[in-house]
């Protein structure tokens, strides 16, 4: 790892690792979450509706959401070097910010069903890890 924070490694490594994260974060919408939108809310009207405008947000909240892993996983690299440590620590505290709060609030809120979450949050989980783990090897590519 470099000593300071090198934007352009930066922006390479996200446009990178955002090829693993949005492939992963379209199948699990189209295969599982979508379905179960429909299911679970279909008294409302139009629930997880896909069109290329919305589609489009998605791409780029993904990018956004894989921004935030890969600055987390440097800020791990940082105080523990590029480890398994850093790749773990990454991976989870990015799966509890992002998948398990919001997740834990949908079903909260009557949003989705409770056991849903034992489908969701491990692949949600397996999405995190594989993300630091690729950030990981790109950051040692780029030393």
């Not at 509706?49 to 987390?72: E, P, Q, R």
Request: proline share 2%.
């Amino acid at each position: 790892m470099e000593k300071y924070f090198n934007t352009k490694d930066f922006i390479v490594i996200t446009i990178l690792v955002s090829l693993w994260v949005n492939a992963s974060e379209v199948f699990r919408y189209f295969v599982l979450v979508r379905p179960e939108m429909h299911d679970y809310l279909s008294i409302v009207p139009n629930v997880a509706d896909m069109n290329w405008g919305i589609f489009a947000i998605w791409g780029v909240w993904d990018t956004l959401l894989t921004a935030l892993y890969v600055f987390l996983f440097w800020l791990c690299a940082k105080a523990f070097g590029n480890n398994i440590k850093s790749i773990l620590i990454s991976g989870f505290m990015s799966w509890c910010f992002f998948f398990l709060l919001f997740w834990v609030g949908l079903a909260n809120m009557g949003l989705s069903s409770w056991s849903y979450l034992l489908i969701v949050l491990p692949l949600a989980l397996v999405e995190t890890l594989v993300a630091a783990f690729i950030t990981s090897k790109l950051y040692l590519r780029s030393a």
